[in-house]
């Protein structure tokens, strides 16, 4: 069975920095797409950063490019969000999703293009 497991997220003061981590479990062959998804009360979900994992090709939401890089480490198949200057607005329920389709025609920031997902890691951002 796929897992899915977020950490990193916390507490931080506007122009900090977080490293969110997905660690993935049980499965043999590699993920073709990875993405970072956050939802906030009363919003719908978002996506924020996604990653193709063979060529490693990154996408990111507007708001947050610049400030936010996406990564993976195929060793540790861990994938990770760094952020950097956050800001209020960045206040979520961050998740992790992941799939091993080679789903075409679908945008990354598409949620249903992803069968798996994390349980989520809190982030909130204030003074």
């Known amino acids: 069975e796929v897992q899915l497991v977020e950490s990193g997220g916390g507490s931080v003061q506007p122009g900090g920095s977080l490293r969110l981590s997905c660690a993935a479990y049980?499965?043999?062959?590699?993920?073709?797409?990875m993405a970072w998804f956050r939802q906030a009360p009363g919003k719908e979900r978002e996506g924020v950063a996604g990653i193709y994992t063979g060529g490693g090709a990154t996408n990111y939401a507007d708001s947050v490019k610049g400030r936010f890089t996406i990564s993976q480490d195929n060793i540790k198949n861990t994938l990770y969000l760094q952020m950097n200057d956050l800001k209020p607005e960045d206040t979520a329920m961050y998740y992790c999703?992941?799939?091993?389709?080679?789903?075409?025609?679908?945008?990354?920031?598409?949620?249903?293009?992803?069968?798996?997902w994390g349980q989520g890691t809190q982030v909130t951002v204030s003074s």
């Open positions: 999703a992941a799939d091993f389709r080679t789903t075409t025609g679908v945008s990354w920031s598409v949620s249903g293009r992803y069968a798996y």
């Open positions: 049980g499965y043999s062959n590699s993920f073709y797409a």
